[in-house]
C-alpha cells in the first residue's frame, strides 16, 4: 500500500516562497511518476507538477511559470515542491499523487490529504 503525506502549507504574503515536501512509502517500480495537485475553494483539482522518479521527465503547468521547481530525494523517498514568487491565485489545497502517469487526475492511483497554502495580498 502506497503512502503519501504532505507537509510545509501554511499562510505567506504575496512574493514569499514555500517548499512543500511530500514523504512517500510503499511506491514500487509500477508507479513511477509523482506529482502535486493543487485545488482551490470551488475549483476543479489541477495539475502542478510531476516528476519521474528516476529524474529525467519533469513537466509543468503552465501557470507555473517558471515559478516552481520539482524534485525529488530518492533516499530519503520525498518528494518536494519549491513555490517561488507566490500569488493569491496560488491559494489552494496541494496534494502529491503518484502513478503510472499524473499529469490528469484520471491517471492518479493514490492521493495525500492535502496541505493548505494560503498567499495573503
Known amino acids: 500500500q502506497v503512502h503519501l503525506v504532505e507537509s510545509g502549507g ?4 504575496t512574493g514569499d516562497s514555500l517548499r ?8 514500487t517500480a509500477t508507479l513511477p511518476a509523482t506529482g502535486w495537485f493543487r485545488q482551490a475553494p470551488g475549483m476543479e483539482r489541477e495539475f ?6 528516476d529524474g529525467e521527465t519533469l513537466f509543468y503547468s503552465a ?6 521547481i520539482i ?13 517561488n514568487s507566490l500569488r493569491p491565485e496560488d491559494t489552494a489545497i496541494y496534494y502529491c499523487a503518484v502513478g ?8 492518479v492511483e493514490y492521493w495525500g490529504q492535502g ?7
Open 10 to 13: 501554511r499562510t505567506v504574503q
Open 20 to 27: 512543500l515536501s511530500c514523504a512517500i512509502s510503499g511506491r
Open 48 to 53: 502542478v507538477a510531476a516528476i519521474a522518479w
Open 63 to 68: 501557470f507555473v511559470s517558471d515559478r516552481f
Open 71 to 83: 524534485s525529488r530525494d530518492e533516499v530519503k523517498d520525498t518528494m518536494y515542491l519549491q513555490m
Open 100 to 107: 503510472r502517469r499524473v499529469t490528469l487526475t484520471t491517471d
Open 115 to 121: 496541505t493548505q497554502v494560503t498567499v495573503s495580498s
